[in-house]
T-cell receptor
Framework: DTAVSQTPKYLVTQMGNDKSIKCEQN?????MYWYKQDSKKFLKIMFS???????INETVPNRFSPKSPDKAHLNLHINSLELGDSAVYFC?????????????FGPGTRLLVL | QKEVEQDPGPLSVPEGAIVSLNCTYS??????FMWYRQYSRKGPELLMY????GNKEDGRFTAQVDKSSKYISLFIRDSQPSDSATYLC??????????FGTGTSLTVIP
């Protein structure tokens, strides 16, 4: 009964490759997010989708492209991976209305680019 | 200047101590204030959520917001070894974009 799940948990790949990370939530939430957490634990928002529509797109290289096929899924595709992309990527979701500030995070995908 | 500043620690306390964790911020428009706990190799989990100024208590945890000083705190009473984690503060203006602190690493020694 995992609330927010991500696959894969670990991803080791070579520079220049293209990879995707998938996220699914079974909480019935409307809004989903992608965050990047660097080695110093700094958590920075990358994208936010509400009902499949992009609402936040922070200053992220256009090699990163999110896709939301439906409300329950938000995937992240990364082209031409670079060493600096190595980080932990977290997916999160939040409910609509007054509780939208309460975000639920997935377990993270640890990406290592060699 | 970062939107949210948080002392990364590490902070080490004996079991039973009162722990005080703090964040300062620069954007006076922030209205929503959250504290998350993140265990090693896990995703952050929401501990406390406060709207505007004031205090909120939940068990051993108390969150305080002082908007006039742009300062928020999380107090943990009777700290336990299971409280050992990284604590992240987060803030939002409207609730759809969140700014996180860098996290404070806490170790509670039995």
């Amino acid at each position: 009964d995992t609330a927010v799940s991500q696959t894969p948990k670990y991803l080791v790949t070579q520079m220049g490759n293209d990879k995707s990370i998938k996220c699914e939530q079974n909480l019935g939430h409307d809004t989903m997010y992608w965050y990047k957490q660097d080695s110093k634990k700094f958590l920075k928002i990358m994208f936010s989708y509400n009902n499949k529509e992009l609402i936040i797109n922070e200053t992220v290289p256009n090699r990163f492209s999110p896709k939301s096929p439906d409300k329950a899924h938000l995937n992240l595709h990364i082209n031409s991976l670079e060493l600096g992309d190595s980080a932990v990527y977290f997916c999160a979701s939040s409910p609509p209305g007054l509780a939208k500030e309460t975000q639920y995070f997935g377990p993270g995908t640890r990406l290592l680019v060699l | 200047q970062k939107e949210v500043e948080q002392d990364p620690g590490p902070l080490s306390v004996p079991e039973g101590a009162i722990v005080s964790l703090n964040c300062t911020y620069s954007n006076s428009a922030f209205q929503y204030f959250m504290w998350y706990r993140q265990y090693s190799r896990k995703g952050p989990e929401l501990l406390m959520y406060t709207y505007s100024s004031g205090n909120k208590e939940d068990g051993r945890f108390t969150a305080q917001v002082d908007k006039s000083s742009k300062y928020i705190s999380l107090f943990i009473r009777d700290s336990q070894p299971s409280d050992s984690a990284t604590y992240l503060c987060a803030m939002s203006v409207h609730g759809n974009q969140f700014y996180f602190g860098t996290g404070t690493s806490l170790t509670v020694i039995p």
